[in-house]
């Protein structure tokens, strides 16, 4: 009889969850028994409040069970787990579970589902399918694909993918660059880390198609040292491309060259922003760049250079594949296609949602994420990171669309969601907001560096009661001083978080 | 200097040889910024410039084991105030502090990427703990002390 293959992610939040001793568990208790079993380290499934989710190849598909503890494995054998038991844990098939089932996944398609590091079922599972279309088509044509897709930029600045590489293919210059940037920084998103832990052959792959169609040789992935799981994950997987002839000097046995290396970054926020990151890359202070000239003309080692986050790049290989107009379809107005949303912080069911632009706030608050993990309500919702504005139950029917957040004087950002109980007080989120930005400012420009520390100054005079109307407008005037005097996002966006807290919540800064 | 050989070739080669150095021996010592600068022909002023512009690399030796909590605002939505108020009352430290046995040294860190799952906990270089109320840290610490 063949092995039974049981998947156990080894994403982080699910290693954090326990999932290291459940593979242990299974292994000793399967050995003990004398009953030969396949672990697969899979990705997560995105349902956190499930994991350690594992599931059990049967001939009626893979059953998972969750949450899964060590001292759970032993009864799960005897329930006979390893052929779809009955079981208090028993989940039955992911894809019929309401939650996963009613998401439209195309970037997460495969996390979760397959064997993360493995070429071949990556392969069978629709990998690489994007990049061979690629490697048959010209360069322009791959940019026109990109642009007609209406993808734009998933790290958070919404810029439309398509124009960038366009810039970049049709910049002079002997050597160009492709840059992942995969310092994921925002508080509440982790989208990225489980695309590279759970499908790491989907970024490189579409980095891969980047540098095929602008004529680059390098590629660099620059991932944040928090996420030493991920990085593990990314060299292995790039290690296994280049075995299996998908890197290296002849992509796909094309003749064309591609070269990828992933640089470990040092914890500093701003290195997301991506001037600081090519600085950094270049072995340098983090420290951001005036713009013109643009990344695309003079980017790292002053040469023509693509740089996009890391969903932006999982998401061409689908579009590569299923043609431009398949993206398209999915989404409201200018927002197209779809956008992996992070639900985080006090929720009962948080995890990864992947849907189509044009769901409401409510929708995933309320009906994914089941309310409040305190059973408190929800009382703010942050948007977009740090930088992103607070809102209150008032704002909830805000639909996920990048024009639609504008308006309500709110970003989308990376698509990280945290909410807040009633118990948060909304004057200490608009201080920390200050200090935040005073500990990650790279210190270039002064509204930034000096103006965060002095935020935070006023906000505790403010607290402490003195000199109240003067300063409530001192603060009013230096958020507009950081708005429109900062030299990037950082200091330009800090007041987000501080204005919209006191805008919406002012019985907290009495 | 075996850390500087093995990435001197890379191209922006000086924070793979940061990382190289504080991977070796657990810290950037004053005394390898000039070899370091020697090496890639850069002052010394731009290599410890470097080692203080970035919240990874420390300059002095740490506790046996390093411990980071994160403070950033999914894990406050969790509890994380209330966590690091008990972690640096229960450790008698700050924030960048060492214990005075020399076992601990605990670090602010901004987002571990656990954020649905919080508060959020790192010890060493990849053991990440989700979930963590005081009483499951006081836990973690025994361990990470027993461990050493």
Redo the contacts between chains.
Sequence with gaps: MSAVKVFVPRD??A???GAETVVHAIAHTGRARGIDIDIVRNGSRGM?WL?PLIEVATPNGRIAYGPVKAADVANLFDADFLHGGAHALRLGTVEDIAWFKQQERLCFARVGVTDPLNVADYIAHGGYRGLRNALAMSGTDIVKAVTDSGLRGRGGAAFPTGIKWNTVLGAEGAQKYVVCNAD???????S??MLMEGDPLCLIEGITIAGVAVGATQGYIYLR?????AHRALNAAIANAYAAGWLGADVGGSGKRFDLEV???????ICGEETSLLD???????QVRFKPPLPAIKGL?GKPTIINNVISFASVPIILDQGAGFYRDYGVGRSRGTLPI??????KR??LVEKAFGVTLRELLCDYGGGS?SGRPIRAV?VGG?LGAYLPASQFDTVLDYEAFAAAGAMLGHG?I????DT?NML??AR?AME?CA??SCGKCTPCRIGSTRGVEVIDRIRANVDREKNFALLDDLCNTMRNGSLCALGGLTPDPVVSAIKYFSEDFV | MRAIDANRAKPGALLPILHAVQDAVGYVSSESLPLIAHELNLTRAEVYGMVTFYHHFRSAPPGRRVVQICRAEACQALGARVLEAHAKRTLGIDFHETTSDGAITLEPVYCLGNCGCGPSVLIGDDELHARVTPAAFDELVKAARAAT
């Design positions: 982080a939040t290693l954090a969850l956190f994991e994921e920084g925002d508080s509440g998103t982790f990225d880390r040292s928090e996420y030493p799981h640089r470990l970054g040092a914890g500093a926020y950094s890359l270049e072995g340098k202070r983090g080692f992070q639900l985080a912080g006090n929720l948080t995890g993990y942050q740090p990280g945290v909410a807040f109980d948060v200490e989120q920390y935040f500990v990650e």
